[in-house]
């Protein structure tokens, strides 16, 4: 299908509007996932003409993803990648893990960004980072765009790794997303230590359910619930 391929519009109008010179994208991936770490990527591109193809990692085929991601690695000025683990997931929620991960990668950059472009509509950064976040900043955005194929690519080469000791689980395929496959090792074997134990798919699970983490909250910091997958899909 079709699409148009990301621009600088918002990274010049940030340029112009705030004065800021060096500007990262961040995009994260595994926000969903049932196991494994989610991981954000934060790369800054300049204002050059990016590698042919480029778009959200989503739209591209795993072939044709994994040989741009060479390719960006190499073209953008900088990028970083960082995680936050199942562990402070359900210690924290995903807002707040989103958070973590995020100020990693944009930490780990060698120069601190005047500005980010976070792809969506909800600023889970936050200050002191200066955020302007865009609706599928992932497809508009080529720095989004470049951060959205190096996180997808890294995070399921991670997962693929992980699976090793788990074969029965799948993760080089799915990683760490439900499928037929997973949901029959879940149900067999119970969660794996890159499992998210907070998550709503041990409801459906009664010989593992004692697993499950729940904390009280008196902090306030409910995690999220929205955007997980149930167990049957």
């Avoid at 079709?2 to 991936?29: C, F, M, N, Q, W």
């Avoid at 683990?85 to 100020?103: F, H, V």
């Avoid at 993760?171 to 134990?197: C, D, I, M, Q, W």
């Avoid at 798919?201 to 008196?218: G, T």
Wanted: hydrophobic share 40%.
């Amino acid at each position: 299908m079709p699409y148009e391929p990301p621009t600088h519009t918002v990274e010049r109008s940030l340029r112009a509007t705030t004065g800021a010179k060096v500007i990262a994208g961040v995009d994260e991936v595994g926000r969903g996932a049932w196991a494994g770490p989610v991981t954000v990527c934060a790369a800054v591109t300049g204002l050059r003409r990016p590698p042919e193809g480029l778009t959200d990692s989503k739209l591209l085929t795993v072939k044709r993803r994994t040989a741009l991601a060479v390719e960006l690695e190499k073209w953008v000025t900088a990028y970083a990648l960082g995680h936050a683990s199942p562990e402070e997931i359900d210690r924290m929620g995903m807002t707040a893990a989103l958070r973590l991960a995020a100020g990693r990668a944009l930490e780990a950059l060698p120069v601190r960004p005047d500005a980010v472009i976070l792809d969506g509509k909800h600023d889970y950064l936050g200050a002191p980072w200066h955020v302007r976040t865009v609706i599928k900043g992932d497809q508009s955005c080529v720095s989004v765009a470049a951060a959205s194929v190096i996180a997808k690519v890294q995070r399921d080469k991670m997962m693929a790794e992980l699976g090793i000791g788990h074969a029965d689980f799948g993760f080089a395929a799915n990683v760490g997303y439900p499928s037929p496959v997973h949901k029959a090792a879940l149900e067999e074997r119970g969660p794996t230590p890159y499992h998210r134990l907070s998550w709503a798919y041990l409801d459906a699970l009664p010989q593992w359910r004692h697993l499950k983490k729940a904390r009280s909250w008196a902090d306030g910091n409910v995690p999220e619930i929205e955007g997980q997958l149930g167990f049957d899909f």
